[in-house]
């Protein structure tokens, strides 16, 4: 049995492709920038599988028969850039709100491929093209980065309002 609507789960899963290719920017950068080293080995782990996630989207994309949208890629890759550029409190620096705000956006983001995968994995029932046991795999290693993010963020939220 096919999936839906083709179009639309194109459409999906190009959309989740954006987003996972900004994701993996936003964890090298986040990672690269950590200058605590137990965090900075945290996101390194993270930023791997975040890299590993968007590789197992794109196979699964293949499995369906989705070609992958290069506008879309691009535009995930250049949103991410973009984002750098709002106002922070500091010109020519990094600011201490840098830390605190890319953990919140990873958090989003790792919570909109749980999502994404939770909706594949309700589509495994009827789609043999889809292997519920990676899916579930997926969605528990999801689940897993938000935790560790979660920490990740509590700290950072701590050392900016707390002790700066």
């Given at each position: 049995?096919?999936?839906?609507?083709?179009?639309?789960?194109?459409?999906?899963?190009?959309?989740?492709?954006?987003?996972?290719?900004?994701?993996?920017?936003l964890a090298r950068r986040s990672a690269a920038a950590q200058r605590s080293g137990q965090a900075r080995d945290v996101?390194?782990?993270?930023?791997?599988?975040?890299t590993e996630d968007r590789t197992a989207l794109m196979e699964i994309m293949a499995a369906l028969g989705?070609?992958?949208?290069?506008?879309?890629?691009?535009?995930?890759?250049?949103?991410?850039?973009?984002?750098?550029?709002?106002?922070?409190?500091h010109l020519l620096s990094r600011s201490p709100l840098s830390e605190l705000e890319e953990l919140e956006i990873m958090m989003l983001g790792v919570q909109g491929k749980a999502a994404g995968w939770r909706t594949l994995r309700s589509l495994a029932t009827e789609d043999k093209r889809l292997d519920a046991g990676r899916l579930d795999d997926l969605l528990a290693r999801a689940h897993r980065q938000v935790e560790e993010l979660e920490g990740l963020h509590a700290i950072a939220a701590n050392h900016v309002f707390r002790s700066g």
């Open positions: 049995m096919t999936t839906g609507q083709p179009g639309l789960l194109g459409i999906y899963l190009n959309d989740h492709l954006a987003g996972a290719t900004g994701g993996v920017e996101l390194r782990r993270l930023t791997a599988e975040i989705v070609p992958p949208r290069r506008y879309k890629v691009w535009a995930g890759w250049v949103g991410e850039k973009a984002g750098r550029l709002k106002p922070n409190g």
